[in-house]
């Protein structure tokens, strides 16, 4: 029998043995599962020793790491194969290692296990992968797809007896974790912008306040700056310090200049040089309990705002830009602060003030003719006295 690939060892290995049910995750156990958990990736701590301010990922932990493992081990867990954070941990090194996911699953299946060569058995379990009645095929694509979602905040797979109406794609047989990834987000430069550059009001207090555009923040990563609702709602990813923390592994997941790219966007919507956006934000942080760390971005300078520093996010990027521009006001506060067209703004605003003008003056006048009238009458009713 082949050794079980799943169960992970290390010293804090004991710490790991509680339950994916156990809702949320131990504070204690947060630490072991972060030092274990990107482990094959070689994080560097030299690189994380610069830094002005440590990634602090637990609101990755609160929010979305206990979630899945909540969300995948439904039903008692009988739907997954790992039932503790140490065989997440355990599985998660043979992901990284870099292994395609035939791979870990002949590992794991002794039938596929004797497979005379690679090609094989992917045809194998490409065809068990397909057979939904085989439980045990099940809970192992269910065991794959969440760590793959724990290591990568990516939402690959569908959760089994589950609905998500979220982004997600599919890692093939033949792929490691990397490929999968690298086969999603790519660059892309199909779509022209009509402006080099993109302006200081494309903030995304000012798509919220100014173009009606809400917000819907998201914890995965597939959906970020993707509209929705008829270009009425835009997703925004907004857990930066587990982004920070890639930046510091020394065998990323992403492609190269993916997480750097992906922060700059960031910086892009929550520059720290507004006041008025860190306040909006400030609020957003605490109404939605988002990672407090999308307050620290950063500061977005001219040569930041260019599409061509995008390559990863370049098409959404000019999508929501254009759907910004196209958007008007609703409400007058909106007018107000709408300043992507300094013409049209003093133009609407000095119509505005005319006709307020020509209201007022005209109530004054009315007012003052009515009181002529009642005073004339009242002269003459005392004179007929």
């Known amino acids: 029998m082949p050794p079980n690939t799943f169960t992970a060892h290390s010293n804090s290995s004991a710490k790991m043995d509680v339950s994916l049910q156990t809702y949320p995750l131990p504070k204690e156990v947060e630490p072991c599962v972060l030092d274990e958990l990107w482990k094959p990736c070689r994080p560097q701590p030299d690189v994380l020793s610069l830094m002005a301010q440590k990634p602090n990922l637990r609101t990755y932990f609160s929010r979305y790491y206990s979630y899945n493992c909540l969300r995948f081990s439904r039903d008692g867990g009988i739907h997954i194969s790992i039932k503790t954070h140490s065989d997440v941990i355990g599985l998660a090194r043979s992901i990284l290692q870099d292994s395609t996911r035939a791979m870990i699953f002949a590992n794991h299946n002794l039938d596929i296990t004797n497979a005379v060569s690679n090609s094989h058995a992917t045809n194998i379990i490409n065809a068990a992968e397909k057979d939904a009645s085989n439980n045990h095929t099940t809970a192992l694509r269910t065991a794959l797809d969440l760590c793959a979602r724990l290591i990568t905040m990516c939402d690959f797979g569908h959760p089994e007896f589950g609905f998500s109406a979220r982004s997600s794609s599919h890692w093939k047989s033949h792929q490691t974790l990397r490929q999968a990834t690298a086969e999603y987000f790519h660059p892309e ?26 917000i819907r923040w998201t914890t995965n990563l597939m959906d970020h700056l993707l509209l929705s609702d008829d270009d009425r709602a835009v997703f925004i990813f907004h857990h930066a310090d587990f982004l920070r923390y890639q930046s510091c592994l020394a065998d990323q997941i992403f492609p190269d200049g993916f997480v750097d790219e992906t922060l700059r966007t960031l910086t892009l919507l929550f520059p720290q040089n507004d006041g008025k956006s860190r306040r909006w934000l400030v609020k957003q942080i605490s109404e939605f309990s988002l990672d407090p760390s999308l307050s620290r971005c950063g500061n977005a300078w001219a040569q930041d705002r260019r599409f061509e520093k995008f390559s990863f996010w370049h098409d959404r990027l000019v999508i929501l830009k254009q759907t910004f521009d196209d958007s008007s006001p609703r409400k007058l506060s909106q007018w107000w602060g709408d300043r992507r067209n ?4 003093y133009t609407f605003w000095v119509a505005i003030l005319v006709f307020v003008t020509t209201v007022f003056f005209g109530l004054v006048q009315s007012i003052e003719g009515a009181l002529q009238v009642y005073l004339s009458w009242k002269t003459i009713q005392q004179g007929d006295g």
Do not use: E, V
């Not at 779509?191 to 173009?211: E, W």
């Not at 300094?342 to 703004?345: F, L």
């Open 342 to 345: 300094s013409a049209q703004w």
């Open 189 to 214: 430069k199909k779509l022209q912008p009509d402006n080099p550059r993109l302006r200081r009001l494309f903030t995304a207090r000012h798509l919220a306040c100014i173009g009606g555009i809400r």
